[in-house]
C-alpha cells in the first residue's frame, strides 16, 4: 500500500520561507505531485518530480528524492494568498496502471 | 476552454438513500478521476474512467460505483448512503489516463448524509 506523510498545519510570516516536508512509503513509485487547495475550491496543480532532484517554478520549487522516500515544496516570498492547504500526491503503479495517492494535506496560514 | 464542472454543488440525503453526482470534464480530455475527501482522511482514490470503461478502482465498497458516456462525461452513484459517506466528492479530468497526466479538478459536491 501506499503510506503519505505531511504535517498537519504550519504557520510562516509574509515575505518568508517556508518549506513543506512529504514522505512516503510505495511501491511501484512513478512520480509526486503537489497540489494547492484553496478553502472550498479545487485542487490546482503545482509541480511534478519523477527525478532526482529540484524543480523551480517562480516562488515555488520542489524537490525529491526516490532514495530517502522524500520531498518538500518550498514557497519564498510568501504572500497572504498563499494561505491554503498544499497536497502531496505520490504516483503509483498498481496492476499495470497508474494511480494517485494523496496525503492528507498539509495546511498553511500565512501571517503578516 | 471551460473548466471541470459538477452537479449538483450541494446535497443532502438521509442514511439509506442512493445519490448519483455528475462531471463534465474539459473538452477533448477522455479520462475522468473521481476522489473523496474528508478531513481525516484527505483524498482518496474512488476510480478512473478512460473511453467508457473503467481502468483503474480504489478501496471503496460496492456501493459506490460510476460509469462514463460516448461524451467522455461521468456520473458516480453512492447506494444505501452511510452517515460516513459525507465528504466532498471531486472529479479530475485529464487528456490521457489520470495517472500519467496532470489531472484538472471540478469544484466538487459537497454530500452531507442525516
Known amino acids: 500500500g501506499q503510506n503519505i506523510d505531511q504535517p498537519t498545519e504550519m504557520t510562516a510570516t509574509e515575505g518568508a520561507i517556508v518549506q513543506i516536508n512529504c514522505t512516503y512509503q510505495?511501491?511501484?513509485?512513478?512520480?509526486l505531485f503537489w497540489y494547492q487547495q484553496h478553502a472550498g475550491e479545487a485542487p490546482t496543480f503545482l509541480s511534478y518530480n519523477v527525478l532526482d532532484g529540484l524543480e523551480e517554478k517562480g516562488r515555488f520549487s520542489s524537490f525529491l528524492s526516490r532514495s530517502k522516500g522524500y520531498s518538500y515544496l518550498l514557497l519564498k516570498e510568501l504572500q497572504m494568498k498563499d494561505s491554503a492547504s498544499y497536497l502531496c500526491a505520490v504516483r503509483a503503479s498498481k496492476t499495470g496502471a497508474n494511480n494517485l495517492f494523496f496525503g492528507t494535506g498539509t495546511r498553511l496560514t500565512v501571517i503578516p | 476552454k471551460a473548466g471541470v464542472t459538477q452537479t449538483p454543488r450541494y446535497l443532502i440525503k438521509t442514511r439509506g438513500q442512493q445519490v448519483t453526482l455528475s462531471c463534465s470534464p474539459i473538452?477533448?480530455?477522455?479520462?475522468v478521476s473521481w476522489y473523496q475527501q474528508t478531513p481525516g482522511q484527505g483524498l482518496q482514490f474512488l476510480f478512473e474512467y478512460f473511453s467508457e470503461t473503467q481502468r483503474n478502482k480504489g478501496n471503496f465498497p460496492g456501493r459506490f460505483s460510476g460509469r462514463q458516456f460516448s461524451n467522455s462525461r461521468s456520473e458516480m452513484n453512492v447506494s444505501t448512503l452511510e452517515l460516513g459517506d459525507s465528504a466532498l466528492y471531486l472529479c479530475a479530468s485529464s487528456l490521457g489516463s489520470g495517472g500519467d497526466n496532470e489531472q484538472f479538478f471540478g469544484p466538487g459536491t459537497r454530500l452531507t448524509v442525516l
Open positions: 473538452s477533448g480530455h477522455r479520462s
Open positions: 510505495t511501491s511501484g513509485f512513478n512520480g
